[in-house]
């Protein structure tokens, strides 16, 4: 299957500073990227779909300004929490859409952990 | 009404049993689902996709799709306890996933 790979895995911040995540599509092109948060045994919650080169679509009551995603190449996109405070800590996750065979098929990354002091 | 549902668990089985998941969708349009497994701490991984009508069989694992009642079910043979684990249905439409809330699985020894 496809490999998606994310950086960093684990990052303990300060509230108030700023947290890049990046996610890689390793051995495929991504038109599409996804980025998700999971709170503690509660599930998925889609946060935006970002397509390359255009500007992501955010969910509802996701703050755009807030989590500012970038699609710059089709195998990289970043989300960058702006601000962070205690109550962003959380699962990080992002997906990758390969459409390899004419189907188009999700892959995650192995997530990113965090937690803001 | 949840655009994805399954069934809300956990589900306990013993070790050796078959492990019957099962997922409905609202989208009729929907075209492509999938099954990923998320263990505990840890991101989902895909297990199974599936696009047609009928049953797609890969190891322990048989997917079976029915557009016509918009059904999706998993069944896992010979469940073991490394099949522990929470499984998540996806379905594919308007150029997204949407995944249920997922069902916990727990197999015995």
């Known amino acids: 299957g496809a490999v998606v790979s994310q950086h960093p895995s684990w990052v303990i911040c300060k509230s108030g500073t700023s947290v890049k995540i990046e996610c890689r599509s390793l051995?495929?092109?991504?038109?599409?990227m996804f980025w998700y948060r999971q709170f503690p045994k509660q599930s998925l919650m889609l946060m935006a779909t970002s397509n390359e080169g255009s500007k992501a679509t955010y969910e509802q009551g996701v703050e755009k300004d807030k989590f500012l995603i970038n699609h710059a190449s089709l195998t990289l996109s970043t989300l960058t929490v702006t601000s962070a405070h205690p109550e962003d800590s959380s699962f990080y996750i992002c997906s990758a859409s390969d459409r390899t065979g004419g189907q188009e098929t999700q892959y995650f990354g192995p997530g990113t952990r965090l937690l803001v002091l | 009404q949840k655009e994805v549902e399954q069934n809300s668990g956990p589900l306990s089985v013993p070790e050796g049993a078959i492990a019957s998941l099962n997922c409905t969708y609202s989208d009729r349009g929907s075209q492509s689902f999938f099954w990923y497994r998320q263990y505990s701490g840890k991101s989902p991984e895909l297990i199974m996709s599936?696009?047609?009508?009928g049953d797609k069989e890969d190891g322990r694992f048989t997917a079976q799709l029915n557009k016509a009642s918009q059904y999706v079910s998993l069944l896992i043979r010979d469940s073991q306890p490394s099949d522990s684990a929470t499984y998540l249905c996806a379905v594919d439409g308007a150029g997204k996933s949407t995944f249920g809330d997922g069902t916990t699985l727990t197999v015995k020894p």
């Open positions: 051995d495929f092109q991504a038109t599409t």
């Open positions: 599936i696009y047609s009508n």
